[in-house]
């Protein structure tokens, strides 16, 4: 009976920490499509947008008055966020904030990202993509 329990107590044990290491899913490389939503206060902009991710560098488009304004450069994922690195120059007539760039939350079902932060007090960016 000893013995039962220390297998049981053994395999409860390796579930347990196999789940804790496994919180999301790895994100894949490739092309995302979808909407991009900025929201300042109850104002909503919309507007659709493309996101490359390859190697650890990605592009983002976008074809709506700066809704998003696009953005490329190098990102990468830690403590559960996705940091996104901005390598372009911009001009200064816009909110910067729509450039995907800095640190994100996000979710990942195999298909689906979704890509959220709340910035600077200015407003709340969200990318909701679909892998093609």
């Known amino acids: 009976m000893n ?17 804790c290491g ?21 104002e909503k902009s ?20 700066r809704v998003p304004a696009g953005g490329s450069g190098k990102y990468s994922i830690e403590n559960g966020k996705i940091k996104f690195q901005d390598e372009n120059f911009w001009t ?15 979710t990942f079902d195999g298909k689906k990202l979704k890509i959220s932060a709340t910035k600077n007090d200015v407003g709340r960016y969200e990318y909701d993509l679909e892998k093609n």
């Open 92 to 106: 200064t007539d816009f909110d910067w904030n729509l450039i995907l760039n800095g640190e994100y939350d996000y």
């Open 22 to 42: 496994k919180d999301k899913l790895e994100i894949k490389d490739g092309t995302y499509k979808g909407v991009f939503t900025v929201t300042y206060g109850s």
């Open 46 to 65: 919309i507007g659709e947008t493309k996101v490359t991710l390859n190697n650890g560098k990605y592009k983002c488009s976008g074809n709506f008055n």
């Open 3 to 19: 013995n039962l329990k220390t297998v049981v107590l053994i395999l409860v044990s390796f579930l347990f920490l196999f789940s």
